[in-house]
């Protein structure tokens, strides 16, 4: 089963279709004792990274979630989920993200306009589950104000106004800062390849 965490705040339904719709055993879990069932998760996340952080706070899914990450449960964050795998924001800085990834997210810099809404190139930097195999770049569906730092967990970037991390692998961690579920086919079949992640032995 993969686990979406459930912690009130996100695109959380579309995100269960979507993963559903990609063929995935998937469903909404709001009781954090629950993550022992899971063998993969997917924490959504929209709006503001330290409204997120504060649900996901309240409702006691982090130290659950860290432990099944150490585990080695495939995760992945979409959107201010995958903001949260970083230490912090410059959204919220009295808030701490999960800490998986030593950086911090800025706000976009030399961007035309903010929140960028739009469909973005990505470019491919390194081989990744989320992505075909010998593939340099996709499309995918942005809608946000702040970015990540390119680091060696970056599996993608993007531009807009800067060059900046669209998607991040490492171990069994995954992150990615466009809306799969919004992204047509691409977004629905890199879902379905977290999926077979999921599923593989």
């Given at each position: 089963?993969?686990?979406?965490?459930?912690?009130?705040?996100?695109?959380?339904?579309?995100?269960?279709?979507?993963l559903q719709y990609s063929g995935a055993q998937a469903s909404l879990i709001a009781d954090p004792e629950r993550v022992t069932e899971a063998t993969g998760i997917v924490l959504p996340?929209?709006?503001?990274?330290?409204?997120?952080?504060?649900?996901?706070?309240?409702?006691?899914?982090?130290?659950?979630?860290?432990?099944?990450?150490?585990?080695?449960?495939?995760?992945?964050?979409?959107?201010?989920?995958?903001?949260?795998?970083?230490?912090?924001?410059?959204?919220?800085?009295?808030?701490?993200?999960?800490?998986?990834?030593?950086?911090?997210?800025?706000?976009?810099?030399?961007?035309?306009?903010?929140?960028?809404?739009?469909?973005?190139?990505?470019?491919?930097?390194?081989?990744?589950?989320?992505?075909?195999?010998?593939?340099?770049?996709?499309?995918?569906?942005?809608?946000?104000?702040?970015?990540?730092?390119?680091?060696?967990?970056?599996?993608?970037?993007?531009?807009?106004?800067?060059?900046?991390?669209?998607?991040?692998?490492?171990?069994?961690?995954?992150?990615?800062?466009?809306?799969?579920?919004?992204?047509?086919?691409?977004?629905?079949?890199?879902?379905?390849?977290?999926?077979?992640?999921?599923?593989?032995?």
């Open positions: 089963m993969i686990l979406i965490v459930d912690y009130g705040i996100g695109n959380l339904r579309s995100a269960e279709k979507a996340g929209v709006g503001s990274f330290g409204r997120c952080v504060e649900a996901l706070d309240a409702s006691q899914w982090r130290k659950p979630l860290l432990e099944a990450i150490g585990r080695g449960v495939p995760f992945l964050g979409i959107c201010v989920g995958f903001q949260m795998l970083y230490e912090g924001s410059d959204e919220s800085p009295d808030h701490e993200g999960l800490g998986l990834i030593p950086a911090r997210v800025h706000r976009l810099v030399g961007a035309p306009r903010l929140p960028q809404i739009q469909w973005n190139r990505l470019k491919v930097a390194k081989p990744s589950t989320l992505f075909p195999d010998g593939i340099d770049e996709q499309w995918m569906y942005f809608v946000h104000s702040f970015a990540a730092p390119v680091t060696p967990e970056t599996s993608s970037t993007t531009h807009y106004g800067q060059t900046f991390t669209a998607s991040v692998e490492f171990s069994n961690v995954m992150g990615v800062q466009f809306h799969p579920e919004k992204s047509g086919i691409q977004g629905l079949e890199l879902l379905a390849r977290f999926a077979q992640r999921v599923e593989a032995p």
